[in-house]
């Protein structure tokens, strides 16, 4: 049995784009259906047996007609050439409130076939080309749906966090009691488990997460453990393979190193048992390009000495959506030429300049430099002075101790 694992499609991320004149689509829009594209000829060229799609297949919660109707195009083109189609709920999927449809939701209304939606907690059962799998379905759920206002009354944020994991891990451990221990299955889970390493989605609310320990999903039961929500690819176990695919495409620079596509996992059972393989497939994705050019005072041309640092990077910067870093002393600022800038990248397809202007003189924090301060006080200092409620600052002064140890420990 060949199964496709994709998640985190994101449709309607537009930043750095450009409008296609022969569409009139944002051509980021372009971006990701070109990789959900590959993705859909790689699974009808090579007898695909079941796509499982692990949320998160909009940017937003209320998508456009546009975005929704070139999604299912993509979709109908599988299921209609007889590839079944899971589509698990993300929480970019859920609506603002409950009592909405989510945005997948419509391929169980009109019960298109062969498309199978799970928006809440349950055991699907799927026939295939190449025999009957189980998929154990762990949506998004809502902190609502999960424990009531009793519960978290008089609670710290910590003990809440607790209490949710709890409550998940009895979700899973319930649907892993109902499988039939004679077909293959699978958990399809859009959930932070602990222990990923995040990608762009590091921008989340620290602390407001629920998620999963490794030892709650990584369970001997299941033969493949398909996770989305996290947009850096990775395999957190081997037995059995807990993974997360990652995002298809990038969607902004820090995504930039990340290699893009999809997991084709195989379930096999030979005699004694049945075995799992699995292996990365890329997708031709937009390249993200990071140039950092720091300028010297005594520098008698700028504009020259920008052009070289990019024109030295020409091959990588065709058509890739560029991010130019200039650090430049405030004595010749002056002399650098957006005309320069521009012409030296005509070739990219969208770009960024950012100019760090060096002076002399440097922001204090009381009677002290930024070189006196510590790391940590400075994050309280700011903090502070943005007024973050106390819980708040505790959790992400935890968060950034952490990291400062990290970057000094190199």
Known sequence: MKIIHFADLHLGVENYGRIDPATGLSSRLNDFLSALDQLVDYALENKVDLVLFCG?????????????????????RLASNGVPVFLLTGNHDMPNAVGRATATEIFDTLAVKN???ANRPDIHTI????????????PWLRRSALLSRDDTRNLSLEQINRKLQETLTNIVDNLTNKLDPTLPAVLAAHVWVTGAKVGSESMMSIGQEHTLLLSNVALPAYDYVALGHIHKRQVLSESPPVVYSGSLERVDFGEEN???????????????????????????ARRFLTVNVMLEEDDINPSVTLQNAIVGQREKVKDAIVRLNISVPSQIASQVSDTAIREALKEAHYYTVAQDVQRETRLRMGNRTAEEIKPTDALKAYLESKKVPAERQRILLEYGKKLIEELQEG
């Open 56 to 76: 998160d297949a909009y940017k937003t919660r209320e998508p456009t007609q546009t975005q929704q109707r070139e999604f299912a195009r993509r979709i109908n």
């Open 115 to 117: 498309v199978c939606v």
């Open 127 to 138: 026939k295939t080309a190449d025999g009957t799998i189980q998929i154990a379905a762990l």
């Open 258 to 284: 990340d290699e893009k596509g999809f997991y084709v996992v195989e379930i096999e059972t030979p005699t004694g048992g049945r075995k799992t393989t699995y292996e990365f497939h890329p997708v031709n």
